[in-house]
């Protein structure tokens, strides 16, 4: 054999090595640890722990210490908190990459839950915007527990006072990826027509509300069971996808965003107009290669479109946070709760989120 294939060989031998090494690195799952004792004197709250990766079967319900805010940041006594897929990915620490992110063999951070809302208990001494008894909602990590703690500069705002704890548990994750498909990536105008695949959905249950408020004709896709649902909350037209496919109508549209992944991202630019937009959020369950099926259809699809097509990756922000604030105040958004559980029953909760079926945002209670 000549020595260049030898070395071909030899590399290829390496970084088949190295790749395995990477994949059992990354899927490896290490045993349930012990809760860390409580120090002697410390305060302490209720809340919901991930101490391993695994089904929900390994969060547990228990007494921990209860966080003290730093100099820029306020302690929140949490009211209510809102369920979403990112839970019960991280849960499991699936797709492996996530674990690259959330600790490999075990969780980093056993925290669970991130949208909540509540009310301010106090602030450290560098706060300006808020005040204890600021009623208030956003994102951080730990929410499903009595108390968490955010910087003021992070994405937390004030809640509207005619907007319920758990309306405004429900919005943050949910609503800011449906803002940020609608206005950001899809670019939507007033008398533009969109159409929303997973219309009753968290976050299809607010493209409808955003895409309705913006001025644009909206056609949702959802179940027999969801389609009065989705018409009460400002759908013009309802696909109901047990009867009737959506990519077989004649009309056309200026932007689809795609939260099911139920047709291939070729067959949806076919329904758009000629300068639409396709946005895809989400992917497939799956550990490996199923996530990145999509954006790589995307990318695919795209070379061969005239349209663009994009993909969403929803970041949080102050400023969205107050626009969808300012939406609810006015009544131009409301969150559909399909359930609501008490923080002992969050692992219940997580069950219902990943059968899939929920109508609109699951919901824990503190009271």
């Not at 968490?148 to 809640?159: D, F």
């Not at 695949?197 to 056609?219: E, L, P, R």
């Not at 949702?220 to 389609?227: M, P």
């Amino acid at each position: 054999m000549k020595l260049w294939k030898k070395i071909l060989l030899g590399f290829a031998a390496v970084l088949v090595l190295a790749v395995g090494a990477l994949a059992a690195t990354m899927s490896y799952t290490a045993p349930c640890p012990d809760a860390p004792s409580i120090a002697a004197g410390a305060e302490t709250m209720k809340a919901v722990r991930a101490r391993c990766y695994g089904s929900a079967d390994v969060l547990t319900y228990e007494d921990v210490e209860k966080p003290t805010p730093g100099p820029d940041e306020i302690l929140v006594r949490v009211k209510a908190a809102g369920v979403n897929p990112l839970d019960y990915h991280f849960m499991r620490g699936s797709p492996y990459i996530l674990r690259l992110m959330g600790g490999i063999g075990e969780p980093d951070d056993p925290r669970a839950g991130a949208d909540f809302a509540g009310v301010v208990e106090t602030v450290g001494n560098e706060v300006t915007s808020f005040v204890p008894g600021d009623e208030v909602f956003g994102r951080t990590n730990g929410t499903f527990a009595e108390y968490v703690t955010i910087g003021e500069n992070r994405a937390v705002v004030k809640k509207p006072g005619n907007v319920s704890f758990e309306q405004a548990a429900g919005v943050p994750i949910a609503g800011i990826t449906a803002l940020q498909a609608l206005a950001e990536k899809g670019g939507l105008e007033a008398g533009q027509d969109v159409l929303i695949n997973g219309a009753s959905g968290g976050v299809g249950t607010f493209a409808v509300q955003i895409a309705k408020a913006m001025g644009a004709n909206v056609s949702g896709v959802c179940s027999t069971r969801n389609v009065a649902m989705v018409e009460s909350i400002g759908a013009d037209r309802v696909f109901d996808y047990k009867n009737e496919n959506y990519t077989e109508a004649d009309s056309r549209f200026d932007l689809i965003v795609d939260m099911v992944g139920n047709h291939s991202p070729s067959t949806n630019v076919d329904l758009l107009k000629a300068d639409g937009v396709l946005v895809l959020v989400g992917g497939p369950k799956g550990n490996w290669i199923a996530p990145f099926k999509r954006p790589l259809q995307a990318m695919v699809a795209g070379w061969f479109a005239d349209q663009e097509i994009t993909t969403l990756f929803a970041s949080l922000s102050k400023e969205n946070m107050q626009t969808l604030a300012d939406m609810m105040g006015d009544g131009r958004l409301v969150t559909v709760i399909d359930r609501t559980y008490t923080l002992e029953d969050v692992p219940e909760a997580i069950r219902h989120s990943e059968s899939g079926r929920a109508r609109g945002k699951i919901i824990i209670t503190m009271d």
